[in-house]
């Protein structure tokens, strides 16, 4: 058990709806960063909060938005929904910001279908 | 631009045989590099990282990692490959933001009895 968790474990929607993923990092970790794991693309990253500050982007849709709250915990939103955004979407957290000297521990993930 | 390449999505080993996931990266910064698993239905754990200090990485659960700077590798040995090994394995570099990790495409470890 890393410590952080995510809810729902398994999320079915249909094309055009959204949804809320929702991440609890590890006590104590200020920074969270969201990935998406799909079979024709791999682990990509989405987007990093710090504190409640976005901190970094990567290969994150327009149609997908995040934050993080004052508790720390962060919520990842998708909306307009494709059949490609099926995927399972993980987060993760870290004491600091700079992955360098900071083991990042990742969630059992939320798996999202879209049908 | 950061990249990495991990050679063969799917390896085969006997039990008790030699593991070796082969990792290639190419980096515009100093890199530091990561090792992680992801065993089925779970997230991904880290095995070991390379942060400039030794070249040689020991992490959890027998595995290791040398960081050869000439041939911009950082390959994943275990010499003996145990039925709980199986898993997905995916080699990682930092990104030039710091904040950022750049994942390989995953390597598959199968572990034949």
């Known amino acids: 058990d890393s410590g952080v968790t995510q809810t729902p474990k398994h999320l079915i929607t249909a094309t055009g709806q959204r949804v809320t993923l929702r991440c609890s990092p590890r006590s104590g970790d200020l920074s969270v960063y969201w990935y998406q794991q799909s079979l024709d693309q791999g682990l990509q990253f989405l987007i990093q909060?710090?504190?409640?500050?976005?901190?970094a982007k990567g290969n994150i849709l327009e149609r997908f938005s995040a934050q993080q709250f004052p508790d720390l915990h962060s919520e990842l939103n998708l909306s307009s929904l494709e059949l490609g955004d099926s995927a399972l979407y993980f987060c993760?957290?870290?004491?600091?910001?700079?992955?360098?000297?900071?083991?990042?521990?990742f969630g059992p993930g939320t798996r999202l279908t879209v049908l | 631009a950061q990249s990495v390449t991990q050679l063969g999505s799917h390896v085969s080993v006997s039990e008790g045989a030699l593991v070796l996931l082969r990792c290639n990266y190419s980096?515009?910064?100093?890199?530091?590099l990561f090792w992680y698993v992801q065993y089925p239905n779970q997230g991904l754990q880290l095995l070991l990282k390379?942060?400039?200090?030794?070249?040689l990485v020991k992490g959890i659960n027998g595995f290791e990692a040398e960081f050869k700077k000439s041939e911009t590798s950082f390959h994943l040995t275990k010499p003996s490959a145990h039925m709980s090994d199986a898993a997905e394995y995916f080699c990682?570099?930092?990104?030039?933001?710091?904040?950022?990790?750049?994942f390989g495409p995953g390597t598959s470890l199968s572990v034949i009895p």
């Open positions: 993760a957290s870290s004491a600091r910001t700079s992955i360098s000297y900071n083991e990042q521990f």
């Open positions: 390379y942060t400039s200090a030794a070249t």
């Open positions: 980096s515009s910064v100093p890199p530091y």
């Open positions: 990682a570099v930092r990104g030039t933001s710091y904040d950022k990790v750049i």
């Open positions: 909060y710090y504190n409640g500050e976005e901190r």
